[in-house]
């Protein structure tokens, strides 16, 4: 299953980046699976940005022996009978679930974006680079959590009958909780308005698969009309609390307009600075994007920021720039393999996207419904975005060259990021995300401590970090997926 997930994950992929001017969403069609659960506590679930459930208020609906009911219910069944080609292909395309194909149209946006022809001082648009990418996924996974909390306690709060108990066969499977308010409407509204607020160019696009979303559910007989209204609406309330939350959290200001950090390298205490390797020399990304607000204990974050690395004229630190220059001189064929397996450089999902990825087929394999989906989703987005965070105050706050800064005759096996590289990126993400999933898919830590090494030595097999780098990325990204995982025992899901 994992090894079919990918392929058709990568196959996306290089359809992606060969040269559509328009985003193509072309990813098969997975085995279908109805839920392992249902979740009838879910509208309980601790929210994120809403303060709680009762946020948002959601009418009650029609009463199905209502006329107008009887008219909609009507509608959809004698439609289920008679299904043209194409109604039946955008069923089996979102049968998949609503919060995991969006999530992959995130990913397939991120990867559109992230290119070095865009404007590298542009922190709203491209390139989409890994702290970009983190908020991104963050803010939509966190949006589609909170808004299916809303419809989860509006669902057993008004208990319409799902269509399934009053005899409708749908053509693709489908949790059986009650239709009201539509889930795949409310996941549908906020992925399409999250995503145009993060690519305002795409949005006639997005409003489309929206609407084919939407009609889906209809199509598949799982909902009627006043059921995807209901859905509708709990979307677009929670998309503006969401982006109320986004226009305060610092990101505007990652780019650093005005330079500051350059006043920062100045103050740095390490006794050498960095400095860009990129021809021609480019500023940093997003250098101030450690000032970012976490979704977690900001205190405990900074807490678990590493001390000061071995200074260039230790025994460590020749150590370990001996291990670089004889690695790379001599890189096997697995080393090579593993760093360009997690390079997520330009064109690719990002190193946090490759995480969602990987999320991805555990939701997938373990049957999670759209509630619990987006909880995981959540949970392991906002570690990744809390643990850059912390990863780039630490970059910006030392300025450690990169190993071929000191060795110039270090050869990489992958383009240099154009970052300070203590502690490691891809480390600190890979910790962060990995503590997260290991303690909701507890039984894959096998498959996952596995991904987790790859990861965490995958910069130093391509000869752009330290052994230091990476064991201060890995132990930071830990400690914030710890405080993840704390959060995650409180929020009322088990």
């Not at 992606?16 to 069609?29: L, Q, R, Y």
């Not at 989906?373 to 987005?381: D, H, K, M, S």
């Amino acid at each position: 299953m994992n090894k079919l997930l990918s392929i058709v994950s990568l196959s996306v992929l290089f359809l992606w980046v060969s040269g559509c001017k328009e985003p193509v969403i072309d990813e098969g069609v997975l085995p279908f699976s109805e839920p392992a659960t249902v979740d009838p506590s879910g509208g309980n679930w601790r929210t994120i940005v809403l303060k709680s459930a009762a946020d948002i208020s959601v009418p009650q609906p029609d009463a199905i022996t209502s006329d107008a009911y009887k008219s909609e219910f009507a509608q959809v069944k004698n439609g289920v009978a008679s299904l043209e080609p194409e109604k039946i292909t955008a069923i089996n395309y979102w049968a998949v679930g609503g919060v995991t194909r969006w999530n992959q149209i995130a990913r397939q946006l991120v990867a559109k974006y992230n290119t070095e022809s865009g404007n590298p001082l542009d922190a709203t648009n491209s390139p989409a680079s890994s702290p970009f990418a983190a908020r991104l996924y963050a803010a939509l996974s966190i949006a589609q959590y909170d808004a299916l909390v809303v419809a989860w306690r509006a669902k057993y709060q008004y208990n319409r009958p799902s269509l399934v108990d009053q005899g409708v066969t749908t053509r693709a499977p489908i949790a059986n909780v009650p239709s009201y308010p539509s889930e795949d409407a409310a996941v549908a509204e906020v992925s399409c308005q999250m995503l145009a607020y993060f690519f305002p160019n795409e949005a006639p696009w997005l409003k489309t698969k929206a609407a084919e979303h939407k009609q889906s559910r209809i199509w598949n007989g799982a909902n009627v009309s006043s059921d995807i209204k209901g859905g509708e609406d709990i979307g677009a309330a929670v998309t503006t609390k969401v982006v109320d939350r986004l226009k305060i959290d610092r990101f505007s200001t990652a780019s650093d307009p005005n330079n500051t950090w350059t006043t920062l390298l100045a103050k740095a205490p390490y006794d050498v600075k960095w400095t860009s390797l990129i021809i021609p020399t480019r500023p940093p990304i997003l250098p101030l994007a450690g000032k970012v607000k976490t979704w977690f204990d900001s205190t405990a974050i900074a807490k678990s920021l590493p001390a000061a690395p071995p200074s260039t004229t230790s025994a460590s630190f020749q150590k370990d720039l001996t291990e670089v220059r004889t690695m790379a001189d001599a890189r096997t064929r697995d080393q090579s393999r593993i760093a360009a397996k997690w390079d997520d450089g330009t064109g690719t999902f990002t190193i946090p996207g490759h995480w969602n990825m990987i999320t991805e087929e555990f939701i997938h394999q373990y049957r999670q419904n759209e509630l619990r989906a987006a909880r995981t989703y959540a949970l392991v987005n906002r570690a990744l975005q809390d643990g850059g965070t912390a990863c780039w105050v630490t970059k910006f706050a030392y300025f450690v060259p990169r190993p071929s800064q000191i060795d110039p005759t270090i050869k990489t096996a992958t383009i240099i990021p154009n970052t300070p590289g203590y502690p490691s990126e891809h480390a600190t993400f890979a910790s962060a995300a990995t503590a997260v999933l290991l303690y909701v898919f507890p039984e894959e830590a096998t498959a996952l401590n596995a991904q987790l090494t790859e990861a965490t030595l995958s910069e130093l097999y391509g000869g752009t970090s330290f052994r230091f780098d990476n064991e201060a990325g890995a132990k930071l990204g830990a400690a914030v997926g710890a405080i993840a995982v704390e959060s995650a025992k409180a929020d009322g899901s088990k």
